[in-house]
């Protein structure tokens, strides 16, 4: 061991302003000068010419990386997940490998989970390991997977609140390692008191939309008082959304959006209420600041540590989460009560000696020399790494950047309605998130199949036109400065070429594809129907023998089926476009019918339950009665109209208005498979999970949910009644409507 033990914090961003960066160089300043230890920072990648918090000299910082003119490409790290941390590469591996074995560091603290990965496999052998976990890591499962795999790994981990100790030990049993509960440190220099009189209400944070800013924003709208204003000091993905609801709602003179500056106390000093509305906080050092100036703070009841700071009714108002008018009402209370302003403002000033820097410091030096005192070797070298580590068994799909594109495509009855209606249905929530979900419509069919020049119906190309829906689409998406998401099974249609095309056209942005799959045999049936409803009148035995008998046939009605319904290949296609890591395929569920949107959910960093069909049409499969009686509707209207007749009065109009109108009767049959429809089908299913699995791309759900394996038994077509006037009528009503809109 040195004269002088070593201490090294790992950051992978020392240059940001969040809350894990200043702990970490709160908590280093003070362990230099407090103690005999030798602390230094090792920072990932350096994006500043100075880091946001530095200011102690007495700690060394150092950086791997220069990022300052921007992020270097490089392949995934062998060691982290993507999920975990999307920054961190191969080259960062080797690099860090490369400089704990030249510093040899006594001590090494890891600052998030996706770190304590990494140097829980590159430390050298006589380091010691500490994590320390600064956020909510129950509420956040991609951070939760490091966490469960390497916890067991580190010599000790460190829990800003009780909660977060638990959950280590719960989670770890009897393989959890010495456990810490130490809070974030206040700084110690001076730090004025707020008088309470000053109009004014405060937040901060990083604007991501986990932290609520765009609820903080609302509901100072609802709560508005003359005279009052709110200011916003922070910097991220959401700040131009952020700027926009402002508008919207009319606050441009009561609202100022403010970059984040490295101390607060000034203007803490001159604020009345601090206001929150985060999803999560480990411990909001926001809050605890406001306790430093003796501000109330009125904030959602968040999940994790908020309740370790703030004392509900003593120095602030807690209110249930994602309840706005009580958030709003608390606000309120506290804006026209000066006297209970000035009561709980005396309470918070009081409570700030919990979080006394000196205090903190201590407890960080009893578990550090607990450490270097202890004669046992490092925890990792009596245990063997994970054999699903390298194996990637925990891989996760990264989030999509922000700023980027989110392409869906499917087959058609894969789940598409079914999330393209939940996209509807929550434009304006997204739009907040800062995500747009462009058009009016729930998917841009007629816009990507005029790109493609796909036949619709019984025509053979879709005719070109002036200010094509295409072009509309594009300048909505490449003028949009979050991210976007593009929803159309036309996609499926697209080839490798178009594909690359289409994607360098709706947006020069990072690109994520999400196939969505279902069985083989349930798609089939679904399919016939599908092309019925765009007037064709192939039969459904026709249908069959042409795609599973003779496939490339000369009469084959239907030549582009396999071009969207082999699956493989689908998949195949668009990872040879954006690569494997970018493409992830949702195998629908019965046993899992939240698995659409959870998927969907973690793909663009949504909390849990934003997406839901509350408002999408019934997409219910037509029963034999009613695809037969429109198969043969079908002869007689080709020759009767245009199919842009056919497709407003029939496709916009009838068939949507049977769907939703008409339940079919218990003795109405359902399409189904014959035996050797279905055998065919498996044998082919059997195929695509092989080649799928090897495509590279990930999978939410089983793959094997691809094959069936339930018994093949028979399926016999019963004899189709003549009575079909119920039927035909409520088509008829559906057209009727239709006209009468277009009269409107």
């Known amino acids: 061991m040195n004269a002088r033990p070593s201490i090294l914090f790992v950051l992978t961003t020392p240059d940001y302003a969040g809350g894990t960066e200043r702990s970490t160089f709160l908590v280093a300043s003070l362990l230099a000068q407090l103690s005999n230890f030798d602390v230094g920072i090792i920072g990932i990648y350096q994006h500043s010419d100075a880091p946001f918090f530095a200011d102690d000299v007495s700690v060394n910082i150092d950086y791997l990386i220069d990022a300052r003119s921007g992020m270097p490409p490089g392949e995934l790290s062998r060691f982290v997940d993507r999920a975990w941390e999307p920054v961190l590469t191969a080259k960062v591996d080797m690099l860090i490998a490369e400089y704990l074995a030249e510093r040899a560091p006594d001590i090494i603290i890891a600052t998030t989970p996706a770190l304590l990965a990494l140097v829980t496999q590159t430390a050298p052998v006589r380091s010691k390991i500490l994590a320390v976990e600064h956020r909510h890591t129950r509420q956040l499962a991609r951070s939760a997977d490091p966490l469960q795999l390497y916890g067991v790994f580190a010599d000790a981990l460190v829990s800003l609140i009780e909660d977060g100790a638990q959950w280590f030990q719960e989670t770890l049993g009897s393989d959890c390692p010495q456990v810490a509960v130490i809070p974030n440190p206040l700084p110690d220099d001076f730090a004025p008191r707020s008088s309470l009189q000053n109009p004014m209400v405060l937040a901060a944070g990083r604007m991501v939309s986990t932290k609520g800013f765009h609820k903080v924003i609302s509901t100072f709208a609802e709560a508005r008082q003359t005279g009052w204003r709110l200011r916003i000091f922070g910097d991220g993905p959401q700040m131009k959304t952020l700027g926009q609801l402002i508008v919207k709602l009319n606050l441009q003179n009561d609202v100022d959006l403010v970059k984040p500056i490295p101390d607060l106390s000034l203007e803490l000093s001159k604020a009345s209420i601090v206001l929150m509305a985060s999803d999560a906080e480990g411990q909001p050092l926001v809050a605890m600041e406001a306790l430093r100036a003796g501000v109330p703070v009125v904030s959602y009841d968040s999940p994790?540590?908020?309740?370790?700071?703030?004392?509900?009714?003593?120095?602030?108002?807690?209110?249930?989460?994602?309840?706005?008018?009580?958030l709003a009402r608390s606000?309120?209370?506290l804006m026209l009560d000066p006297d209970l302003r000035q009561q709980m403002g005396e309470k918070a000033w009081r409570n700030r000696l919990k979080f006394e820097p000196v205090l903190v410091a201590k407890k960080w030096m009893i578990l550090i020399d607990s450490l270097l005192s202890d004669p046992s070797p490092p925890r990792r070298l009596s245990r063997t790494l994970p054999a699903e580590v390298g194996q990637r068994k925990f891989k996760r799909f990264a989030a999509i950047e922000t700023g980027g594109l989110l392409l869906h495509l499917g087959p058609h009855k894969t789940g598409t309605t079914a999330i393209q209606s939940a996209f509807v249905s929550r434009r304006e929530t997204l739009h907040d998130f800062g995500i747009l979900y462009p058009g009016t419509t729930a998917a841009p069919h007629g816009a990507v199949m005029e790109r493609l020049g796909t036949a619709q119906g019984w025509y053979d190309s879709v005719p070109t036109k002036e200010g094509t829906k295409w072009d509309r689409l594009c300048e909505l998406t490449r003028t949009y400065n979050g991210t976007v998401v593009v929803s159309s099974e036309a996609l499926c249609h697209a080839d490798k070429e178009q594909a690359a095309s289409i994607c360098r056209e709706l947006r020069d942005a990072p690109v994520r594809v999400v196939i969505t799959l279902r069985p083989l045999e349930q798609i089939i049936p679904s399919s016939w129907q599908e092309y019925i409803k765009s007037g064709w009148t192939t039969t459904y035995e026709e249908f069959l023998d042409a795609i599973l008998s003779d496939p490339t046939g000369p009469t084959n009605p239907t030549p582009t089926f396999?071009?969207?319904?082999?699956?493989?290949?689908?998949?195949?296609?668009?990872?040879?476009?954006v690569g494997p890591e970018r493409v992830a395929v949702v195998v629908g569920s019965t046993s899992n019918r939240r698995l659409l949107f959870d998927s969907f959910e973690d793909m663009l960093s949504l909390t849990r339950g934003t997406l839901h069909n509350d408002q999408?049409?019934?997409?219910?499969?037509?029963s034999i009665p009613e695809v037969d009686l429109l198969r043969r509707l079908n002869i007689s209207l080709r020759d009767t109209m245009t199919f842009e007749e056919y497709n407003f009065l029939w496709r916009q109009g009838g068939i949507p208005h049977l769907v939703e109108n008409r339940r079919p009767t218990p003795d109405e049959q359902s399409l189904g498979l014959p035996a050797w429809a279905k055998s065919r089908a498996r044998?082919?299913?059997?195929?695509?999970?092989?080649?799928i699995a090897e495509s590279g791309a990930y999978i939410f759900g089983e793959l094997e949910d691809l094959v069936p394996s339930t018994p093949i038994v028979e399926w016999e077509q019963t004899i189709i009644g003549a009575e079909r006037e119920d039927i035909m009528a409520t088509l008829l009503a559906g057209v009727a409507e239709q006209e009468r809109q277009r009269k409107r």
């Open 304 to 326: 994790g540590g908020l309740r370790s700071v703030i004392t509900d009714g003593e120095d602030g108002l807690i209110v249930p989460m994602d309840d706005q008018a009580a």
């Open 331 to 333: 606000l309120s209370q």
């Open 562 to 577: 396999w071009k969207r319904q082999d699956h493989a290949q689908l998949v195949e296609r668009w990872v040879e476009v």
């Open 616 to 622: 999408g049409p019934d997409n219910r499969s037509l």
């Open 683 to 691: 044998e082919i299913g059997g195929d695509f999970v092989t080649r």
